[in-house]
């Protein structure tokens, strides 16, 4: 048995059994992916599977298995089984690295490395800096919005482990066999909240400023970490004056696009600025989840094929999460460092993703029109909500992903996340005994309404006092707005998720304390 067949075994419910397809879609990940036995789901409340009862708004945290990509994993995942070490390494290269380029137009000689999630490539920039500045004894890192990214995203950008369990468990490595040691020491890492306790976005120019100035002074690399497009889709104004465009720059900028709410122009933009762009297959793009990757922009990437292979910083750390075949070939030296294993997991979660990416440039997802149809979805929604929904209001609508908050009715006070994420979890499954349970009496249409499951975006702690759930569209959303034009059949979805939210609200007392 493999030893993604085992771990699978440990977390498969007696009533369910993964077929293998769905076992190797989980491996190569984190304890993120694996499935809690009593519910049959994982921590999103999702799997490795099609959900086909449930309405999805939820491209913003960790969608399910979409049907086309379903399609796309079932065929390839013979494929990726019975390759060998070089067949696998040209997989990599030629359906994955190359393919993802092509969709996205890169500039000729930018570098793409994979990973098994947009958390885990967030290593990648220290590797950079510390082989381009092998001298340096202190690597600055400026981590913004650290409430609005990925919870592992700023420790791993500061060098340390952001998971229980890593990949390398799933292909062939033991955990007593890897470093428990990670980088903090060689770190100074600056974590900045998005927001202010009163809910507003803080503008961080001056002190990004002022620390690429201390930087300079001291003659050590700085990373700055942004992001294009938080967990509530803000967008991080780009930190202009850090000189990361200059040939032998020392500051490095790091733009997180994980959430994948980009045009490929907007994309073009920031490599052209010199910046370092992290995205992944799955968010806004519905692959998979856990499938990440990092862009280097052409200049960069011509520095790091320089760079001798004796010269090259590769800690013990990285082979928790990377293998060989995660490098280009025109990084032979960095290749050279890392464990000759295969993440047959990252591979297939990839190429399911891809498929979904490709559907979606064709249907004509990045044009104008498409982004005046989000915008029409968007309007709706709000329309419903203010007509229908008194206990929701919109907090935030930023393109494709609504924020909204969730009143109390007894207080009148907006629902912080420990709440919102209970509210979270009666969405996603027939909540009618959990409202029997709370001593709830529902008529027949309130017993349909909650019966409606729902995968919407997970909870955002705004600030202390309230906090917001997510209705976001993903790719096959926009793929189906371009291909019927319907917004109004969109919002239908929508508004049977608002309907059960807020029955769920009406009874936040009973059902949420």
């Known amino acids: 048995m493999t030893a993604a067949a085992a771990a699978a075994d440990v977390f498969v419910p007696p009533e369910r059994s993964f077929a293998p397809v769905e076992e190797v879609l989980i491996a190569g990940a984190d304890e993120r992916t694996d499935m809690i036995p009593e519910l049959g789901v994982n921590s999103y409340n999702t799997g490795p599977f099609v959900m086909k009862e449930h309405l999805v708004r939820s491209s913003c945290t960790c969608n399910p298995l979409t049907p086309l990509a379903a399609h796309a994993v079932h065929t390839w995942h013979p494929v990726v089984m019975s390759s060998w070490p070089m067949e696998f390494a040209s997989l990599m290269e030629n359906c994955v690295r190359r393919r993802l380029a092509h969709l996205l137009q890169l500039p000729e000689g930018t570098g793409v490395i994979t990973a098994p999630s947009g958390t885990d490539i967030e290593l990648i920039p220290v590797v950079m800096a510390k082989s381009l500045f092998p001298e340096t004894q202190k690597i600055n890192m400026l981590v913004s919005a650290v409430n609005e ?16 369990n890593s990949p390398a468990a799933s292909y062939g490595l033991s955990m007593d066999e890897l470093t428990t040691q990670d980088l903090t020491e060689l770190m100074r890492t600056v974590r900045m909240d998005a927001r202010d306790e009163q809910g507003n976005y803080i ?77 992944t297959g799955s968010k806004a793009m519905s692959g998979p989840p856990f499938s990440g990757a990092i862009l280097i922009p052409p200049q960069l990437m011509a520095r790091l094929q320089a760079v001798k292979e004796e010269h090259v910083w590769m800690p013990p750390m990285l082979e928790h999460y990377f293998t060989r075949h995660d490098f280009p070939p025109t990084l032979p030296a960095f290749r ?21 990416m490709e559907a979606y440039f064709n249907a004509g997802g990045d044009t104008p029109l498409c982004r005046e149809r989000v915008a029409e979805w968007a309007a709706a929604v709000e329309g419903e909500i203010v007509a229908n929904h008194p206990q929701i209001d919109m907090f935030e609508s930023n393109g494709s992903v609504l924020n909204v908050t ?15 994420r209970k509210l979270y979890d009666l969405l996603s499954v027939d909540s009618c005994a959990a409202f029997a349970a ?18 919407i975006g997970q909870p955002v702690r705004i600030c202390e006092s309230f906090g917001i759930v997510r209705l976001a569209l993903g790719a096959p959303d926009m793929r189906a707005l371009m291909e019927d034009m319907n917004v109004r059949q969109a919002v239908v979805t929508d508004a049977a998720i608002l309907a059960k939210m807020s029955l769920i609200a009406q009874h936040a007392q009973a059902l949420l304390f």
């Not at 709370?438 to 995968?455: D, N, R, Y």
């Open 406 to 420: 969730v009143t109390n009715p007894t207080t009148e006070e907006r629902l912080p996340v420990p709440q919102l």
């Open 203 to 279: 503008d961080r120019t001056e002190l990004i400023a002022q620390e690429v100035a201390d930087a300079k002074a001291k003659g050590e690399p700085l990373i700055v970490h942004t992001v294009f497009g938080t967990k509530t889709n803000k967008r991080e104004p780009f930190p202009e004056g850090t000189g990361c465009e200059d040939p032998e720059a020392s500051a490095f900028v790091v733009v997180d696009a994980c959430q994948g709410r980009y045009s490929v122009a907007e994309l073009h933009e920031l490599l052209a600025k010199g910046a370092v762009v992290t995205i």
């Open 149 to 164: 990214i990925g919870k592992g995203v700023a420790a791993a950008a500061g060098g340390e482990f952001s998971a229980v």
């Open 438 to 455: 709370a001593g709830v009496q529902l008529s027949a249409e309130q017993q349909a309404v909650a019966a409606t499951k729902a995968l």
């Open 336 to 356: 050279a460092h890392m464990p000759l294993l295969q993440n047959k997991g990252l591979a297939l979660r990839w190429l399911g993703s891809l498929e979904e």
